[in-house]
């Protein structure tokens, strides 16, 4: 008797640690989004819930939170109930930027547990059609020509669009008028009807307009062309080197989240971004599809803190 007890424990005990897995989801879970809907963040946060959704046989519901350099959205996420029924889909905007030039509060390091690494994404420096100018050296001299007349749109105050353009002044010796908006529909609408001269915007964002004829691009601020647009030169190949501003895109849940959860995200993410038609979406949108392990985004989502930060010190670069 004692032998069979024996022999039946591990069988026991593994139903005894699956009946302990935490249920999920058992309500609507929300993705939470920075930015308004259109923009590259809604794009992928949108893609996300509905493979979710398909694979875990929930609802996935995608709330778009815009302001505050996308720090809302993580506000919201870092304060709600720690059941994985809270996702944030998040840029390093709100992640590595915001945070050193704004009084959060919530602590984007300690209060949100990285899920996994969806996309890194080039800016692209665009144009309106109607801008006459039609390369980065004749961008330069036009700005020149007309200091102070140049205006270039961000998606906020400390975005890395915002950073691009602060770069770009200073590596041309130009000086362009800053205008941050709360996401890139609103800027897109202006550059389009003049309002705006240009902006450093995702490749994500603004495929469609460039693809529509209504944007011009210049050059794209990564080390590398993007497969996208392989006849747009990098700002280095454009005689301004060293730029390296890329958007990336990850996913968070509430510290303190069940780690019977995470896991399950986790595992469910990396077999998402392996899937061919969301590669196929997310090289359309001009981006690489993530190949870190988990470990691996911790390491980078803490290192990209510390770069922006060092980046916003050395730029000087101030809340308006």
Known sequence: MRR????????????EAASAQTPYPTKTVRLMVGANAGGGT???ARMLAEKLAESMKGTFVVENKPGASNTIAGDLTAKAPPDGHTILVATNTGQAIA?????????????????????????VLVVGASVPVNSVVELIAAMKARPG???????????????AGEAFDAAAGVKGMHVPYKGSAQAHL???????QMMFDTTSSAMGQIKAGKFKPLAVTSERRSSELP???????????????????GVYVTAGTPPDIVTKLQAELTRIVALPDVQAKLRGLGGEPGTMSVEQFARFNAQEYERFGRLIREANIKPE
């Not at 202006?190 to 705006?196: R, T």
């Open 42 to 44: 809604d794009i992928v």
């Open 4 to 15: 069979r007890l024996l022999l039946a424990l591990p069988g026991l005990l593994a139903v």
């Open 99 to 123: 945070p050193h030039l704004l009084r959060l509060g919530f602590d984007p390091i300690k209060d949100l547990i990285p899920i996994g690494l969806v996309v890194n994404v080039p800016n």
């Open 149 to 163: 007349e140049f205006k270039y749109a961000s998606s906020g105050v400390g975005s890395t669009q915002h950073i």
């Open 231 to 249: 006849d747009v030169p990098t700002l280095a190949e454009a005689g301004l080197p060293g730029f390296d501003m890329t958007t990336w895109y």
């Open 190 to 196: 202006d550059i389009i009807g003049g309002n705006v």
